[in-house]
């Protein structure tokens, strides 16, 4: 029984009342308390709240990003314990790991999902096809330089075949990516594709369903858009990739 309600009886039962009194016609009876919430309960109701799903990627929220005192350091610190991983079998078939380059500073990061070809016979990230469009992105669209960003991935070894990288390759190289990002505290992260947007936001819906809204990694805001990859096979979605990039732009301009 609800305190409050044993207070009341304990009263009523003083003062010489042994029923609870009906309730008056017209007048709905007093509510009653409920079942106490389960976990799951809470945490279904917390990520209606949040717009994150559960799945593949789901985690708790996470705190904001915390300070670095040395982001050159510590980016470089990043780039030399990629080039030495071994945490995932990706170790064993890369090439060359792909850290990630661009601004220590960069007002924009760019997070795609992983090395390709190109990008694994030379250890840097977007040199391709795919790339090359992200340049004209960059250059032609946004009227910056690619080295006025940073753009990495979310593994740093390409996966076989250029396939989606796996759970536990996309979790060995979590921390590397999270490192970067607190080192260069960005504006806006500009998520390419589905992959990158379910390592950021802990969301396994369709990437369709998360763009056109801006969402949270740890306090920056992040911006979903299509990969340049996809763009390639479907030229159709640039129309829709271009309102995300103004989109990018402006939330760089106003922080």
């Known amino acids: ?5 044993e207070r009341l ?11 609870m009194p009906a309730p008056r016609a017209g007048r709905p009876a007093p509510p009653q308390p409920g079942p106490r919430a389960t976990p799951a309960a809470a945490a279904q109701r917390e990520r209606a709240v949040s717009g994150s799903a559960p799945g593949l990627f789901a985690a708790p929220r ?7 005192a040395d982001p050159e350091a510590e980016l470089a610190a990043v780039a030399r314990e990629v080039e030495a991983c071994r945490a995932c079998k990706l170790c064993g078939t890369r090439t060359r790991a792909v850290p990630g380059e661009g601004a220590t500073r960069a007002r924009i990061v760019f997070v795609g ?3 390709g070809a190109d990008e694994d016979r030379t250890g840097r990230p977007f040199v391709g096809r795919a790339g090359q469009l992200l340049d004209d992105i960059i250059v032609k669209g946004m009227q910056l330089q690619r080295a006025d960003v940073f753009i990495c991935n979310v593994v740093k070894c390409r996966p076989p075949g250029n396939r989606v990288p796996e ?3 996309a979790e060995a190289c979590a921390g590397f990516l999270d490192r970067q990002l607190a080192a260069i505290r960005p504006a806006v992260i500009c998520a390419l594709g ?4 379910r390592r950021l936001l802990r969301d396994d819906r369709p990437l369709g369903a998360l763009r056109g809204r801006t969402w949270d990694y740890r306090g920056v805001p992040v911006i979903a858009t299509y990969h340049p990859a996809y763009l390639l096979r ?3 979605a640039k129309v829709q990739t271009w309102q995300d990039i103004r989109r990018v732009m402006e939330l760089a ?3």
């Open 167 to 169: 759970p536990d390759e």
């Open 194 to 197: 589905a992959t990158a947007v």
């Open 234 to 236: 479907n030229p159709s």
């Open 9 to 19: 009886l304990r009263s009523m039962h003083a003062a010489g009342v042994r029923r």
């Open 253 to 255: 301009r106003k922080a």
């Open 62 to 68: 996470l705190a904001s990003l915390p300070p670095v």
């Open 113 to 115: 999902e992983g090395p």
């Open 1 to 5: 029984m609800d305190p409050s309600q």
